[in-house]
């Protein structure tokens, strides 16, 4: 008797067409959703693929229980509007300050985006939700670029170098950074018996790593240098 009232049950729901309609929806969140995060898995960003399409589809599937369980349509709009405030605070913890440098900031307005995609989703904006989705890959992979390449982009870039000693090492990582008016971040050092190594990060744009970089391969105090790529302080 149970089995036969859960099996009608199902039989009516999904004769209602509401699910078959909600499934595509879910779906489509999530592809949307895990195009964005390849992106940032790419990149090697915290909110990565899992998390962007987790977002956009728990923001679909909320978008659809406010417009299926809501008595009226106020409440379903009541019900989505609560999206907002709670991806606002995942983005919020996303966003970091140290020493006077701000990261994050372009994950959490993803995260932001991603949500709205996954309404549209639910909503059953499809074409909006694709061509939403167009938009930020666009501005990721093309604006990021020309940011760099026009020097307009901060970047957290570490070096290691090796040398004698620590001292030595740090003495002249300082004298050159000094005509950058630059200074050494997250400093770590390690000794392997032959000689010292030591790493650290530098803030400043393309152009400034570049030349940066150059000037420490030329030093006939360091031994090795190697600059072991950006980290972009989105």
Known sequence: MIWHNIFGLLHGEMASGFVATSLVRLVLAAILGGVIGLERELRHRPAGLRTNMFICFGAAMFTILSSGLAGVPS????????????????????????????????????????????MAAGGGLYLT???????????????????????????????????????????????????????????ASGNTGQHVRLQFDVAGCNRDQKRLLGELKVSSVLGSVTSLGPVELE
Do not use: W
């Not at 913890?93 to 709205?116: D, E, K, P, Q």
């Not at 760099?148 to 090492?169: P, W």
């Open 75 to 118: 409440d379903a709009a009541r019900i989505a509007a609560q999206i907002i405030p709670g991806i606002g605070f995942i983005g919020a913890g996303s966003i970091l300050h140290n020493r006077g440098l701000t990261t994050g900031l372009t994950t959490a307005a993803t995260l932001f985006v991603v949500a709205s995609v996954g």
């Open 129 to 187: 939700a694709v061509f939403a989705t167009g938009v930020v890959l666009l501005a990721l992979f093309a604006l990021g670029s020309l940011e760099r390449n026009f020097n307009l982009k901060t970047l957290l870039v570490c070096y290691e170098v090796t040398g004698a000693s620590v001292e030595q090492i740090t003495q002249e990582v300082n004298r050159v950074l000094e005509r950058q008016h630059r200074m050494m971040q997250n400093v």
